[in-house]
């Protein structure tokens, strides 16, 4: 597609219980990067993908934050075991290439995950 | 000291008024920087990219210095439809680290 696919709009979540988000990027984009924002404050980047491949993933909270992007289905984000602070929007974004001077990203418009 | 730092704003503007941004990095190995806007609850916008030598669209100017690792964003004859949260962006260095934003700047303008 033209934009970047993100789904549920909305997940409303008990503390401990999973959550899975899914990410379609730009048809022909090779790198997926998700971010967290939290209570429309800052950015925080999460992982970042070269197709299937993890490319970056310094920022993940590793015990109970997973994604992966597998050929011919959305890349997705798991969040085992959620807890009140992993209430945030979560963005994916999508570049055609990366490292490239003034590269663009762009982004999807989120999914917000609600813990309670 | 964070990464990329912003006027903490917010601004709140008359609709025909001038407004200008700043933005710093940290990072001296930064390659690539934007100014993205984003409206409440919606995804971040690009708005421009930000060029070395400075570059102009419509009513938007973005200049970099590299030097003073600062740059800013210039919004002329503002309108209503400005209103919006602009956030600075910056990509990293030579590996291509990932974009790391800046708190963003809230502008109002107003009627």
């Known amino acids: 597609g033209e934009e970047v696919a993100q789904t549920p709009k909305h997940l409303v979540r008990g503390e401990g219980q999973k959550a899975k988000l899914y990410c379609a990027p730009i048809?022909?984009?090779?790198?997926v990067f998700w971010y967290q924002q939290v209570l429309k404050n800052e950015f925080k980047f999460l992982i970042s993908?070269?197709?299937?491949?993890?490319?970056?993933e310094t920022g993940m909270p590793k015990e109970r934050f997973s994604a992966k992007c597998l050929p011919n289905s959305p890349c997705s984000l798991e969040i085992q075991a959620t807890k009140l602070e992993d209430s945030a929007v979560y963005f994916c974004?999508?570049?055609?290439?990366?490292?490239?001077?003034?590269?663009?990203?762009?982004f999807g418009p989120g999914t917000r995950l609600l813990v309670l | 000291r964070k990464e990329v730092e912003q006027d903490p704003g917010p601004f709140n503007v008359p609709e025909g008024a001038t407004v200008a941004f700043n933005c710093t990095y940290s990072?001296?190995?930064?390659?690539?920087f934007f100014w993205y806007r984003q409206d409440c609850r919606k995804e971040p916008k690009l708005l421009m990219s930000?060029?070395?030598s400075g570059n102009e669209d419509g009513r938007f100017t973005a200049q970099l210095n590299r030097a003073s690792q600062y740059i800013s964003l210039l919004i002329r004859d503002s309108k209503l439809s400005d209103s919006a949260t602009y956030l600075c962006?910056?990509?990293?260095?030579?590996?291509?680290?990932?974009?790391?934003f800046g708190p963003g700047t809230r502008l109002s303008v107003l009627p």
């Open positions: 048809k022909g984009h090779s790198y």
């Open positions: 930000v060029y070395s």
């Open positions: 990072n001296s190995a930064s390659q690539s």
């Open positions: 993908f070269q197709n299937e491949n993890v490319f970056d």
């Open positions: 962006v910056v990509n990293g260095d030579d590996y291509g680290q990932n974009f790391v």
């Open positions: 974004a999508s570049s055609q290439l990366f490292g490239q001077s003034q590269e663009t990203q762009y």
